[in-house]
C-alpha cells in the first residue's frame, strides 16, 4: 500500500513538473513610437517679399502715367503684393534724374524696377550695369536685346491693334457724315509726339482701320515734339480742324486734344475725336467716340508672376487682344449706327488671324506694294537694315522686339513738321 502511494506521488509530481515547463505564451513585440517631429514652418508668401518701383515720365493727371499706374497696381492686387511693397516715382524727366531714382528705388529693397517712358531705357541700363541682382524693364524700350545684359527687358503691348480697331470705330462715323452730305472729302488729322515708331506705327493702323470703311481717307499728322502738352495738343488739333479734318485721332497723352474738338464741336461743327490711353468722354461728351487702350496690367502681371516664382522673364516682351492687353474705351453717344458690330468684327477678325492689320495689299509706299521691309536697327542711324518683318503678305509688328518698328510711311498720309 504504502509502495502505490509513493508511486501514485511521484506520478503526480512527475505531471506537475511537465506542466510547469509546457511552453509559456509570448506577449506581443514592443515596438517604440517614432520620435515626434515639428510640422515644418509653412513656406513664407514669395510675393510678401517682393518690392516693386515704378517711374514714371509724368503723374496721374497723364494719361499714359495713369494707365501704368493703374495697370501696376492692379496686376501686384491680384497677385498679392500690397500698395505698400510699391514705391512710384513721378515726374521723372528723360535724363540723368532717371538714373538717380532707379539707384533710388533698387538701394531701397526693390527687386525688380519699371519705367514707363521710351527716354529712361538709357538711364534704366546704366542702373542695371551696376544693379546686377535687380531686374530693369524699360516699357517701350528698345534696347534690352543688344545690351548684353541679362538684367535689363523691355516690354510693350501691341497697341497697332487698338488703333486699328479706334480707326474702325472712326471709319464708321465718317462714312455716316459723307452719306448723310454732311461731308464730302474724308480728311482726318492726327496730333502726334515724335516720328517714332511707335507714333508712326499707331497712326497708320489708326488709318487703314478708317480705310476699312472709307477707302479714300487720307490724314495729316502734325507733331507737338513733346508726350504731354496740353497746350500745344490743343493747338495743334485746332491748325488741323481748320485745314478741313473732320476727325481727329492722337499720340499725346493729354486731354488738349480732345477738349479742342469739343470747343468746336459745340461752335457748330461737325468734328470727332478719337482719344488714347483713356475715356476722354469727361472733357469731349459729344464729340469723342472712342479711345485706344492698352491694358498694362496683362503685362506687369506675367512679368512680375515670372519674377516672384524666379523664373526668366523674356528680354523682349509683348501681347495684344488674344491676351486682353489691348482694348479700345466705350463708345460714345456719337457714334454712328452699326458701330458695335464693326468693332466686334475687327477684334474677332484679329484674334484669329484673318485680318492682318498691316495686310500690304491694303497700303502702298511711293505707289508700289510693299514686299520687303527690314525691322531692326544693327548701327544706331534709326534707319532699319536688318530683320525681315513682311511675311505672308503682311508686315510683322513686334515680333523682332516687343517696341514698333514699323517705320514705312504710307501714301495717304502726310506729315507737316517732320524734322
Known amino acids: 500500500m504504502k509502495k502505490f502511494l509513493a508511486m501514485l506521488l511521484a506520478l503526480v509530481m512527475v505531471l506537475s513538473l511537465a506542466a510547469c515547463g509546457g511552453k509559456k505564451t509570448e506577449e506581443p513585440a514592443k515596438t517604440e513610437e517614432p520620435a515626434k517631429t515639428e510640422e515644418p514652418a509653412a513656406p513664407a508668401d514669395p510675393a510678401a517679399e517682393v518690392?516693386?518701383?515704378?517711374?514714371?515720365?509724368?503723374?496721374?493727371?497723364?494719361?499714359?502715367?495713369?494707365?501704368?499706374?493703374?495697370?501696376?497696381?492692379?496686376?501686384?492686387?491680384?497677385?498679392?503684393?500690397?500698395?505698400?511693397?510699391?514705391?512710384?516715382?513721378?515726374?521723372?524727366?528723360?535724363?540723368?534724374?532717371?538714373?538717380?531714382?532707379?539707384?533710388?528705388?533698387?538701394?531701397a529693397g526693390c527687386g525688380i524696377v519699371f519705367s514707363d517712358s521710351y527716354g529712361h531705357q538709357t538711364y534704366m541700363q546704366q542702373a542695371a550695369s551696376e544693379f546686377e541682382d535687380v531686374?530693369?524693364?524699360?516699357?517701350?524700350?528698345?534696347?534690352?536685346?543688344?545690351?548684353?545684359?541679362?538684367?535689363?527687358?523691355?516690354?510693350?503691348?501691341?497697341?497697332?491693334?487698338?488703333?486699328?480697331?479706334?480707326?474702325?470705330?472712326?471709319?464708321?462715323?465718317?462714312?455716316?457724315?459723307?452719306?448723310?452730305?454732311?461731308?464730302?472729302?474724308?480728311?482726318?488729322?492726327?496730333?502726334?509726339?515724335?516720328?517714332?515708331?511707335?507714333?508712326?506705327?499707331?497712326?497708320?493702323?489708326?488709318?487703314?482701320?478708317?480705310?476699312?470703311?472709307?477707302?479714300?481717307?487720307?490724314?495729316?499728322?502734325?507733331?507737338?515734339?513733346?508726350?504731354?502738352?496740353?497746350?500745344?495738343?490743343?493747338?495743334?488739333?485746332?491748325a488741323l480742324m481748320s485745314k478741313g479734318c473732320v476727325i481727329i485721332g492722337q499720340h499725346a497723352d493729354s486731354t488738349g486734344a480732345p477738349s479742342a474738338v469739343q470747343a468746336v464741336k459745340d461752335s457748330g461743327k461737325e468734328v470727332y475725336s478719337v482719344g488714347y490711353n483713356i475715356d476722354m468722354l469727361s472733357v469731349a461728351p459729344t464729340a469723342a467716340l472712342?479711345?485706344?487702350?492698352?491694358?498694362?496690367?496683362?503685362?506687369?502681371?506675367?512679368?512680375?508672376?515670372?519674377?516672384?516664382?524666379?523664373?526668366?522673364?523674356?528680354?523682349?516682351?509683348?501681347?495684344?487682344?488674344?491676351?486682353?492687353?489691348?482694348?479700345?474705351?466705350?463708345?460714345?453717344?456719337?457714334?454712328?449706327?452699326?458701330?458695335q458690330e464693326a468693332v466686334d468684327a475687327a477684334w474677332a477678325s484679329i484674334k484669329d488671324g484673318r485680318l492682318k492689320v498691316f495686310d500690304t495689299s491694303k497700303f502702298t509706299v511711293g505707289g508700289e506694294t510693299v514686299t520687303t521691309a527690314f525691322g531692326l536697327d544693327t548701327d544706331g542711324d534709326w534707319v532699319n537694315d536688318t530683320g525681315e518683318c513682311i511675311v505672308d503678305g503682311a508686315f510683322q509688328e513686334s515680333v523682332l522686339r516687343s517696341a514698333p518698328y514699323f517705320s514705312l510711311r504710307i501714301d495717304g498720309i502726310t506729315e507737316l513738321n517732320n524734322n
Open 290 to 339: 472712342t479711345s485706344a487702350q492698352n491694358n498694362w496690367s496683362v503685362l506687369y502681371k506675367a512679368t512680375l508672376e515670372k519674377f516672384i516664382a524666379g523664373q526668366e522673364i523674356p528680354t523682349d516682351f509683348a501681347t495684344g487682344v488674344k491676351d486682353d492687353a489691348v482694348m479700345i474705351s466705350a463708345l460714345g453717344e456719337s457714334c454712328a449706327a452699326g458701330t
Open 51 to 107: 518690392k516693386v518701383g515704378l517711374i514714371c515720365v509724368h503723374d496721374e493727371n497723364s494719361g499714359y502715367d495713369a494707365a501704368h499706374i493703374d495697370g501696376l497696381k492692379t496686376a501686384c492686387a491680384a497677385l498679392g503684393i500690397s500698395d505698400s511693397q510699391i514705391i512710384m516715382k513721378y515726374n521723372i524727366p528723360e535724363d540723368e534724374t532717371c538714373f538717380d531714382m532707379a539707384v533710388e528705388l533698387a538701394e
Open 135 to 238: 531686374i530693369f524693364v524699360a516699357c517701350t524700350g528698345d534696347m534690352a536685346a543688344n545690351s548684353g545684359l541679362s538684367n535689363l527687358k523691355n516690354m510693350f503691348p501691341y497697341t497697332y491693334e487698338s488703333r486699328y480697331v479706334s480707326g474702325v470705330v472712326a471709319g464708321m462715323k465718317l462714312k455716316e457724315l459723307m452719306d448723310a452730305g454732311k461731308v464730302s472729302d474724308p480728311y482726318v488729322g492726327y496730333v502726334g509726339a515724335f516720328p517714332y515708331a511707335e507714333v508712326v506705327c499707331g497712326y497708320t493702323a489708326f488709318l487703314l482701320g478708317i480705310q476699312s470703311i472709307v477707302p479714300g481717307a487720307h490724314m495729316d499728322v502734325q507733331y507737338t515734339n513733346s508726350w504731354y502738352d496740353p497746350v500745344a495738343e490743343g493747338e495743334v488739333a485746332n
